[in-house]
């Protein structure tokens, strides 16, 4: 019974995952706010950078900094990548927040 509700719950995620993947250009903050770091894996490549740049220049506008597109943005694309892999039923956009945060004394202030 275990096996079947965790299968289920399985297929849910990756119907989830899809559906954002899909309306990548139409998801709106509240919705993407919510995609776990599982769900954004299971994601098509160029649709779960979009999302996650949406979310990292959400959470860096919020706090007052700019996202860099040298190094310390591919600094920040590694803690998030930690993050997810630490907790992949994180949300993604809680894993972005905290690494800007964990950077904001190395990123550039608007």
């Known amino acids: 019974m275990k096996t079947i509700i ?3 719950a399985a ?3 990756l119907a989830f995952a899809a559906q954002v993947q899909a309306q990548t250009a ?3 903050f509240e919705q993407a706010a919510y995609v776990t770091c599982r769900e954004a894996h299971a ?3 160029e649709p779960r950078k979009a999302l996650a740049v949406m979310l990292a220049n959400h959470a860096a506008l919020y706090r007052g900094m700019v996202l860099p597109d ?3 943005g591919g ?3 590694l803690l998030v990548r930690g993050g997810c892999t630490l907790a992949p039923d994180a949300y993604l956009f809680t894993v972005i927040d ?3 945060l964990a950077e904001k004394d190395k990123l550039p202030k608007r």
């Open 6 to 8: 965790m299968a289920g």
């Open 11 to 13: 297929v849910l995620g």
């Open 43 to 45: 994601m098509a490549p």
């Open 98 to 100: 905290r690494a800007i």
């Open 70 to 72: 040298d190094q310390r």
């Open 26 to 28: 139409t998801v709106n």
């Open 75 to 77: 600094e920040l694309a």
